[in-house]
């Protein structure tokens, strides 16, 4: 369907960061720095009336439901009215599904979703606080307390706060490319990519000391993705044992070793495909998966693409 058009559709109160994640991503003029523009709407059930916000601020939202009618995104951001959406906004989650435009929610945005019905059969995500409930809530819904995002069709569901980032930057990477998604990031200063499947909720979130981070080594990783990496010889750049290593890097990402860097290459892959005219043999060697029929079948997994079709339909013009 493409993506043009976002209305976001504000329900009192507001939960003002999960808001300002999607006016981050989608209503900011970034057309400076190579981002095509993006008709950004903001509406409510009583356009025009203050919605209460947080810090005892309020909102004003100019715009009726009318607004999302021809969106190519409805947006639904936290809300404690989320969990019992009116009438007039469930039908315009449903709209947006049944014309095939793309939904996403934030946080608690997903009970919306699934007062909507649009939820049953899917895969979906919320914050894990609210996960439970969400299952309780929707029976039919397949709630993945785990994950950052669960994207299911044109329905995009994700956790708390920061995820929130990750969902809509992946959106844009499926819509646009992954240049003009790391463009976004850039200037948001946000990491371009976090897979969905990375766990939304991780032992220690931030290292006790700069000196505790893996960050250093994450960084060399990055540098060295055509080279071979083992368990132990990150261990011993990072001055752990094998095992402490492991646990350690599970506790600060959120993922394995080799998962993460699967994901990495694949990633690298991506903006090889995208932006240049290396041969798939050759972009399987300069990110470190030797072969192409290796980089064919961890790229399919994690896009649900061959490479040649991803190229064909993300390659950046020239």
Known sequence: MGLHSIAVVLQDPVAVFEFGVLAEVFGVDRTDDGVPPFDFRVCTERPGVPLRADGGTTLVAELGLEAAADADLVAIPASSAAFAPSDAVRQVVRDAVDRGAWVLSVCSGAFTL?????????????????????????PLARVNPDVLYAHDGTVITSAGTAAG???????????????????????????????????????????????????????????????????????????????????????????????????????????LLEETDLSVDQVARDVGFGSAALLRHHFAQCTGLTPTVFR???RSPA
């Open 165 to 271: 980032v990750d969902a809509c930057l992946h959106l844009v990477r499926a819509e646009h490319g992954g240049s003009v998604a790391n463009r976004i990031a850039r200037r948001m200063v946000v990491s371009p990519h976090r897979d969905g499947g990375q766990r939304q909720f991780i032992d220690r979130p931030v290292p006790v000391t700069e000196a505790d981070s893996l960050g250093p080594v994450l960084e060399w990783m990055l540098e060295h993705l055509d080279e071979p990496h083992t368990v132990d010889q990150l261990a011993r750049r990072s001055s752990m044992s094998g095992r402490t290593f492991a646990r350690r890097f599970v506790s600060e990402t959120g993922t394995t070793p080799h998962q993460w860097i699967t994901d990495q290459r694949v990633l690298r892959a991506r903006e």
């Open 114 to 138: 699934g007062a909507a019905g649009v939820l049953d059969g899917r895969e979906c995500t919320t914050h894990w606080r609210h996960s439970e409930e969400l299952a309780a809530s929707y």
């Open 312 to 314: 064909t339909r993300h």
